[in-house]
């Protein structure tokens, strides 16, 4: 087939129109964790002849292995290091916020507190923008992609490392309600990567199966450095970035956030920082009270529901921008900014920050901070509202931001509302197991996890009253499940990730693979030539990362990356560029160029039409592009076991398959012969239907 | 191919004889996962034309599943109520045995003493061998096999219900040192076997994901009705069964314990039951002290290590019956059960039951039970000794047992004489937390689990103290488990039962499908007759689940269940049965009568070879045997996307697919041909070859 006809139907049916609702970027490669298994244990045995036990031992998975176990302790310091730091900055931000309103005119003051406000925040969006954008938002979806094979590029960049550290510390000392929790698992996420590529370590990065435990350890020790909790921070971990979990991964998880717990209370007590502190809660049996939890589980429920409905429709009415004056970068900013500084400007409590606000509720400790000037029940209540409005438009920005902390408190805050209600009915002293169990439930509701009870429970040192708590929690995890996304996957769908959608039962029953097969899929035979291959590449896209060889009959045989492809034809290239005329090099020069930077500029397009041209009129380049492929070379490192399904299995099985497989791609055969290929984008696809 | 030589071939190759060390016992089904998954919701689209949409919510995987919330709460409340009422027995059997020993002499007093223990061990010997011999043992491993696929027969009867809980209270109240953790969740998965038997739970037996889902949340409850603590349950409960877990099951499980929880609770405050008591431990920090707990973590590491190694021994030292003499079911009990009340008699610490010791243990209780009569440090080094040699003892007997408790009091006190070496050092106040941590350590080192540390969280009520503790469970864990199996593991091995074994790099790296696959295997071609379907049902053995379709080249096309394929043939032979001589309606019944009992009564052979010789003789035999199959028949239930992999896949893409999947068998294809095929056993095989 010609490369005009397949570009041109490409473009016309483009993946991105099918699905309009997504952005047409493609700044991912999508890889294969199955195809991974054998790779490197593989490399390890064909390229050196017998290699030394010892280096069998330095790059396997053995719990004992000391390079990883470096690599771990490494990594947890680092993040309690960087995590200390960050915290302690932004500490001195808001005390330096609250030392300027001293003077003696209120509303000079409120100006200042609004002036320090806007520069901040501006200055984070600026830094964000500027740096990496890629630091934007939480980063636990795009640590979940990742973690399911999705590879992001400049997610792990060092720009978008200070970005987002700068951006968050900013941000948060700008006043704006958001929590820490999703960039510090973006910033140990990066750690993480960097460390792998330091050259002892490296067997790490190559291989795809100890680099993604290496990962889910960053996000777990990211969790452990900012309560303090390392094994509710394994178990979050797990839980919001895993459809499956290896059990013994949790070892490595467990063992790195260890030592980021060590090396941050250490810090901590150094520093002499502030932390949430124990609390001393008297043993909760089961009584009839436990029937009040139940009610404070349901509308915890139903509270984190709306709370992820309010903020997703906040961000797609933004990305739809119906107002364009109201929706630029830093306008935006400015709008919510404004009513963020305004709004905690106004009460002594409302100017307090998350980690004071949960030390009040569960200690009782109001009269420190004017909770009881007026009336308590109003306080809260303002303070409530606000709390849960000026967070979602916080996260609304375009500003790296968690929402674990603020979510905290307004759970805190609902908690102890509650239970001025139910002390009309019950008369006991469990003020603040009620702030407890509020703020691990409305957490647990937005982000459908349970394990935030023991991270409640790891922060108060105390497990006393399990019962209310797991009680609450668990309700509220069943009403807002069943009504919503999870605020993580609500935000990989807006940011149109890849990730692998769940399908609806009766589809999965109804279809099999025949049905949503790709028809049209790069191929090659075992007699192509190098032209071939670059049509295949082409093909091939953004979604499948190998192509397959079949036979002259049809037969699959095997698969090969597209990576290796665009490796061989490059130094096929390099092996004859000197025979070129100065015209044709330039001209395959401009093809490499395109090989390299397709999918990371657009515009590099126009240099491939050209090439185009010049592959049906220059003699020279058809004659290069006429040269048989050596499929024997070791830089196509062939794979002769491609993965292949029958094109009438169910689709319920292909689902399973590639959840549990991590697959990218499954190539379709009738028979032995290759029929159709299924991506990931081919289940999206089928969900929503142009 | 003819039956006889078939016959004949797997008499000669007998799986069995090429794995000689392991028992020729078959009373095990492998099913397999991945073959279910479409399996019941294609059953719903097909049998009925439009299954109402209530009906698909009833029986769907949906959070909020009313029967599937019912049936968890039932399972919860159940397992309490069970749990409760043993508890309450064994109790009452400690306190009895107390009661007897109130004559003035002591000999008398040990004499009744040891008698008592011995009515009571042999009593529980006799139950659990004639009621059901699979009761046996601690349940776990067990319940490992089947969550991974097993089909265990008898295993869920409510004979083998009766045998485990008789056995477990007569045998702990008859003085033996073991604990109830394994007992309780093989009792709890019982419960749920039979739960889901009932009419309207019916879809969660017929529906495998979700039974297993239902089974794991079982297996949570039963820990959790040991220790009171419904999330270190479920922790627990993921740490020993799983490979890999979905994550989303996580919610069912911690469901069902908190019902359990609730109601164990509830049941103990009006039973006015003793508890493991909540401690007031002081706050610890980070101080110099933690090297003091890294040294208990290392020691408890070996001693776990110790313990399994000195377990497995004396299992394998009694299979092997050197001395028969010795090793008799009632005889070896007799003998434990001497050595257990001699040395528990002595002293009164010995007599303590292991909730009294750990509660001795945290609360520093001495002087209550005469520990510091004489020398707290020698009492405390008697008593680890005795508990751990005991505790291995009873392990290797006849009797229900499992190893948590005793395994945690042993720590404990191994854990305030480590504190009593470390007070020389440290002279703090952290008697309680040196017991808390060494009981965690211990178990974790001997289980593998690092959750264990939450259980322990959970019944002491604090988490003050979860850096020492943390620390010294993951050192122990590490320390055991580059030494040894898991002592679960370990059991499952010494069972023979066949569960997936793990191999080693180097064999993985150099083999592919081609090395390990079965060149003999079971297989009709699409114009196959009922001969054929005998001879394949013969083929397949216990090993393989289902037969393959080919068509005339030799392609891979369906494949049918045996018991589909079995069902079928007695289906065809109901029809017409009226038209037989009785001489062959004998011959066939008898046959028919074979392929029921299979691998229930090894005896059955005869009947099989009676019917071969009908077959080479019988000229009604033989027309029977000729009649063609109709694949188009609902009974025979075709499956037309047969897991097939090419020839070339990497043992260890072959061993991931085994696992993740939880397959049974794959099928290994050359260019769409059939040409091999991989069990379970086909792995076992190639690490152990003749």
């Known amino acids: 087939m010609s490369l005009y006809s397949s570009v041109a139907r490409r473009r016309r049916e483009s993946i991105f129109q099918i699905n309009p609702n997504r952005p ?43 390079t990883v176990l470096l690599a771990l302790i490494l990594l947890g310091l680092l993040t309690a290091v960087v995590s200390f730091f960050m915290d302690l900055a932004i500490q001195e931000l808001q005390y330096l916020r609250l030392f300027f309103i001293q003077t003696s005119s209120e509303i000079l003051n409120m100006g200042i507190w609004i002036i320090f406000c806007i520069v901040l925040c501006e200055l984070a969006v600026f830094i964000t923008s500027y740096l990496s954008k890629d630091a934007e938002g939480s980063g636990i979806p795009e640590m979940k992609a990742i973690l399911s094979g999705v590879k992001l590029r400049n997610f792990m960049s060092y720009k978008t490392f200070f970005a987002k550290i700068i951006g968050v510390v900013f941000a948060i000392g700008g006043g704006l309600s958001i929590g820490r929790e999703g960039p510090f698992v973006h910033i140990s996420g990066i750690i993480a990567t960097h460390i792998s590529k330091i050259p002892i370590f490296s067997h790490i990065h190559s291989n795809l199966t100890l680099k993604n435990q290496f990962l889910a350890a960053a996000v777990a020790a990211g969790i452990a450095s900012v309560f303090e909790c390392p094994i509710g921070g394994v178990l979050y971990s797990i839980e919001v970035t895993s459809t499956y979990y290896i059990v013994s991964n949790m070892w490595r998880a467990a063992f790195c956030s260890i030592w980021c717990a060590i090396g941050i209370i250490w810090l901590r007590e150094i520093g002499q920082m502030k932390v949430i502190n124990s609390t001393d809660f008297p043993d909760v049996g089961l009584d009839l009270e436990i029937f009040s939890f139940i009610i404070l589980g349901c509308l915890c429920g139903l509270l984190g529901a709306l709370f992820i409905n309010i903020t997703s429709r906040l961000i797609s009415l933004k990305e739809q921008n119906i107002y364009p004056m109201l929706y630029g970068r830093y306008r935006y900013t400015l709008l919510i900014c404004i009513i963020c500084a305004v709004v905690t400007f106004l009460t002594n409590y409302m100017r307090l920050n998350d980690m004071a606000v949960i030390n009040d509720m569960f200690h009782s400790t109001f009269s420190e ?163 071939d291959l670059v049509d295949a590449i082409e093909e091939a896209s953004v979604f499948f990362s190998k192509i397959p060889v079949v036979d002259s009959e049809g037969n699959l045989l095997y698969d090969i990356l597209v990576n290796s492809a665009k490796e061989y034809f490059i130094s096929i290239y390099k092996e004859r560029h000197s025979s070129f005329s100065p015209d044709t090099a330039g001209h395959l020069n401009n093809f490499l160029l395109y090989l390299e930077k397709k999918n990371k500029e657009s515009m590099m397009g126009e240099t491939f039409e050209e090439f185009l041209l010049a592959k049906e009129n220059n003699e020279e380049v058809k004659k290069f592009l006429n040269i048989s492929i050596d499929l024997k070379s070791e830089i196509l490192n062939l794979d002769d076991s491609p993965f292949a399904i029958n094109e009438s299995t169910p689709l319920a099985k292909v689902h399973f398959l590639f959840i549990m497989l991590g697959l990218n791609q499954a190539y379709i055969i009738r028979k032995g012969a290759l029929v159709g290929m299924i991506s990931r984008e081919s289940f999206t696809k089928s969900r929503n239907p142009a």
């Open 24 to 66: 047409a970027k493609a700044n991912f490669i999508i890889t294969d964790l199955f195809t991974n298994i054998d790779e490197v244990t593989k490399k390890a045995f064909t390229s050196s002849a017998s290699p030394s036990s010892l280096k069998i031992f330095l790059t396997s998975h053995h719990i004992l292995n000391p």
């Open 369 to 531: 901070h004017g909770w009881d000037d007026y009336n308590l029940p109003f306080a809260l209540l303002v303070f409530g509202i606000c709390k849960f409005l000026l967070t979602s438009l916080s996260l609304s920005c375009h500003i790296p931001a968690g929402v674990l902390y603020p979510l905290l408190a307004a759970g805190a805050v609902f908690g102890r509302l509650f239970q001025q209600l139910a002390s009309l009915v019950f008369t006991s002293d469990r003020h603040g197991v009620y702030a407890a169990v509020g703020a691990a439930s409305l957490v647990s509701a937005t982000t459908h996890t349970i394990s935030v009870a023991v991270i409640v429970f790891e922060f108060t040192g105390q497990i006393h009253y399990f019962l209310p708590m797991i009680v609450s929690v668990l309700i509220a995890y069943t009403v807002s499940s069943s009504l919503t996304l999870s605020i993580y996957d609500a935000f990989l769908e807006i940011k149109g990730l890849p990730y692998l959608p769940s399908l609806k039962p009766a589809k999965l029953q109804a279809q099999c693979a025949r049905d949503i097969m790709e028809y049209s899929y790069p191929q090659i035979t075992i007699s192509a030539n190098l032209g």
